[in-house]
Each structure stands twice: as C-alpha cells, then as structure tokens.
C-alpha cells in the first residue's frame, strides 16, 4: 500500500506540529484582520468609492504594506466606527425587546377580565382599571 497520505502524518515531529500550528494560527488571524479591514473600509461613508477601490487593489497586490499603513492611518476611525455599530445595534436590539415586550389595551383588558371573573377583583375595581387602560 504505497504512497498513502496517513503515512506521511506519522514522519511529522512534535516541532514540525507546532509550527504547523503557529503557522495556521496566524493564517486565521491575517484572514480575520483583512476581513475586518474591508468590513470597516466599506462601513465608512465617509471616503469616495474610488479610495475604497485603491484600498480593496493595494490590499490584493501588496496586502501586508497596506494593511499595515490602513491599520495605523485609520486605526482610531475603526474603533469609532465600531463603537457607533454596536451602539446602534444595541438601540434596535432595545427597542424591538421594548415593542415585543410591551403588551397591547386589548391583552391588558382580557387580563383583567379573567381576574374580575376568577374573584379577584371587584366590578368597580375592574372598571377603574379599564377606564384608566382606555383613558
């Protein structure tokens, strides 16, 4: 059984693994900065297509110098970018929590309702609440 891909596992050292590790490690780190850089690139409104288009073309040709220099030149715009993302976010993410939550006249009235029906509240106190519901 020759020329089996297993075997040639088993001739890889300890060292080798290791790096072979570091060496996927920052593979996934550099994936993970370019897709961060073009995430922010084309969350900026404010720079013109043609910049965002010299940017995308310096970081295929020469993408550890233009990462470099994207990172440094606009570094502290990302994270402000960023913060006003997930700040907007979090508004929506409040306010759809703040709609879902809420409940309508209608089920406030149908609660009130079965409280009035089981005893628990009185006729005139069921009507207070309605008239304050309605009001």
Same mark, same amino acid.
């Given at each position: 059984? &020759?020329?089996?891909?297993? *075997?040639? $596992?088993?001739? #890889?050292? /300890?060292?080798? !693994? @290791?790096?072979?590790?570091?060496?996927?490690?920052?593979?996934?780190?550099?994936?993970?900065?370019?897709?961060?850089?073009?995430?922010?690139?084309?969350?900026?409104?404010?720079?013109?297509?043609?910049? &965002?288009?010299?940017?995308? *073309?310096? $970081?295929?040709? #020469?993408? /550890?110098?233009? !990462? @470099?220099?994207?990172?440094?030149?606009?570094?502290?715009?990302?994270?402000?970018?960023?913060?006003?993302?997930?700040?907007?976010?979090?508004?929506?993410?409040?306010?759809?929590?703040?709609?879902?939550?809420?409940?309508?006249?209608?089920?406030? $009235?149908?609660?009130?309702?079965?409280?009035?029906?089981?005893?628990?509240?009185?006729?005139?106190?069921?009507?207070?609440?309605?008239?304050?519901?309605?009001?």
């Amino acid at each position: 059984m &020759k020329g089996i891909p297993l *075997l040639a $596992l088993a001739d #890889i050292g /300890f060292g080798e !693994a @290791l790096l072979l590790a570091l060496e996927i490690f920052f593979f996934v780190i550099w994936i993970w900065i370019l897709i961060t850089i073009l995430s922010d690139l084309f969350r900026d409104h404010e720079i013109s297509g043609w910049a &965002k288009a010299a940017w995308v *073309l310096f $970081l295929v040709f #020469i993408p /550890f110098l233009a !990462a @470099l220099i994207y990172l440094i030149a606009r570094g502290n715009g990302m994270r402000d970018r960023a913060i006003k993302a997930q700040a907007e976010a979090k508004q929506h993410m409040d306010a759809y929590i703040r709609e879902t939550a809420s409940s309508s006249s209608a089920d406030e $009235l149908h609660k009130l309702n079965d409280l009035k029906e089981k005893g628990a509240i009185t006729g005139e106190e069921f009507e207070r609440a309605k008239a304050k519901l309605l009001a």
